[in-house]
């Protein structure tokens, strides 16, 4: 909880320095804005320590985690061949977390359970 706080606060921080409202602060934009995105990675590792979700919900959860953690780090280097490709490894690991995620919401397994709670109400 703390760390996805303080990755809270880092964007708070860079969305004022983005606003060019005075801000008393001096710091690096890219360190604010990787800092935001490192310390919420490790925050929903952490997460999955203590909820101990099942091995699906915990893959799903860890390429998440390391889409955010990726991303912070290629916040921090010089832009350059390296980078533009650990970036599309970003934009894969996001795509296949919201794949995954669209997947699983139309599974037919999902889609019984909810017919069998149509037929249940219509029951009634």
Do not use: H
């Amino acid at each position: 909880m703390v760390l996805a706080a303080v990755g809270v606060a880092c964007i708070a921080a860079l969305l004022v320095n983005d606003s060019y409202a005075s801000s008393p602060l001096r710091f690096s934009a890219s360190v604010a804005a990787s800092a935001s995105l490192l310390l919420v990675g490790v925050s929903l590792l952490t997460v999955q320590m203590v909820l101990r979700p099942r091995w699906t919900e915990l893959l799903k959860n860890m390429l998440l985690s390391a889409a955010f953690i990726l991303w912070g780090v290629v916040q921090l280097m010089e832009e350059n061949a390296f980078s533009r490709k650990l970036g599309n490894i970003v934009i894969a690991l996001y795509v296949l977390d919201l794949a995954w995620g669209v997947f699983a919401s139309v599974s037919p397994a999902r889609t019984v359970r909810s017919n069998r709670l149509k037929t249940a109400s219509s029951e009634e």
